[in-house]
């Protein structure tokens, strides 16, 4: 991990972040860069998660996890980097599934979670132990304790999201989703406490897919309630530029729901829970359409390519929300 640069004094208060995986978790690795360990929280989507070969799978947990602990595989976009794959080898040779690629060193967090679960620890302890054999300084919590999955209704049928993103490449044409056990979930205490503080200084919503990341998150009972309640200004940074998701399938999904693949679209998806957004500079021109839906906005370079830029666009989205904040 670099030396963290402290940000503005305004920002020597509790930050939380909502995050998905690749995209989010970079900006998670940015805002990790520019404030103190203790500040962050990071609060990742769970909706993802499902078992596979025995094993219990928290993606989006383990991008940002490895993003924190700068172990991503930067090129590949996920897992570990200087990975093997022996394992996946003789799980193939034996008549094994392998649509799911695991690394090697990947399964030994994977082992790490599910004997951790088995033997009665909660996801958030899990994380909490994981973290600290990486070294985490920062707060990487569940949205939830509850099991919540997220289901893809395509021209082929309900599909499991993993089996729709990984296993089918996002090829079926999506017609809606649904967030199986979201009804009866709950948001992670620790997340309730930091929304329902005074302490708060800002909430942001990562640049992640805002249907199957972000959404899950927002849909647990009371979460809209406690971000439109807090004090705290609500940022979000665009996950679309230009008309394109920088990773995954966001743009494609807004299509195919007959949205317009547009970083204007998101903002008016999101609606009132934003006091603030973050444009890409291509898309500068959404600017006055955005601001017109009452959100202020701020048109930065967003585009993540390496730890500074990650940490430059960190320290633009919080001296957005410190400037939001004087002002309310």
Not at 174 to 193: C, E, S, Y
Not at 263 to 275: F, R, S
Not at 315 to 321: G, K, S, T, W, Y
Request: net charge negative; glycine share 10%.
């Amino acid at each position: 991990m670099s030396t963290h640069r402290s940000v503005d004094s305004e920002f020597q208060g509790p930050i939380l972040a909502l995050t998905g995986g690749v995209g989010g978790a970079k900006l998670a690795r940015g805002l990790a860069g520019v404030l103190k360990g203790g500040q962050l929280t990071i609060a990742a989507n769970t909706a993802d998660d499902f078992d596979y070969w025995g094993l219990r799978i928290c993606p989006d947990l383990d991008s940002v996890m490895y993003a924190l602990a700068d172990l991503n595989d930067e090129t590949r976009g996920w897992g570990l980097k200087d990975e093997s794959w022996r394992t996946g080898i003789a799980m193939r040779r034996l008549g094994g599934d392998e649509w799911f690629q695991i690394g090697d060193q990947d399964a030994a967090t994977h082992i790490f979670r599910s004997q951790m679960l088995a033997a009665g620890s909660s996801l958030a302890e899990v994380t909490e132990k994981l973290c600290c054999g990486l070294g985490i300084a920062q707060t990487l919590l569940p949205m939830s304790e509850d099991k919540v999955a997220t289901k893809v209704n395509t021209d082929q049928g309900w599909l499991e999201f993993q089996e729709y993103f990984v296993r089918d490449k996002c090829e079926p044409e999506v017609r809606g989703l649904a967030f199986d056990g979201i009804d009866t979930a709950q948001l992670h205490p620790a997340i309730v406490n930091l929304l329902q503080g005074d302490e708060l200084a800002a909430v942001i919503i990562c640049p992640s897919n805002p249907f199957v990341s972000v959404d899950p998150i927002l849909s647990i009972p009371g979460c809209r309630a406690l971000l439109n309640a807090t004090k705290a200004p609500v940022i979000a940074v665009s996950p679309i530029i230009a008309g394109r998701a920088v990773k995954g399938p966001a743009a494609k999904m807004m299509r195919e729901l007959a949205m317009p693949a547009t970083a204007t679209a998101v903002a008016q998806y999101y609606g009132d829970l934003l006091d603030g957004y973050v444009l890409d500079e291509q898309d500068a021109d959404c600017a006055d359409e955005v601001a017109s839906l009452g959100i202020d906005v701020c048109v930065a370079p967003t585009m993540m390519s390496d730890v500074s830029s990650k940490m430059r666009l960190a320290e633009i989205v919080l001296d957005f929300a410190a400037g939001i904040a004087l002002r309310n």
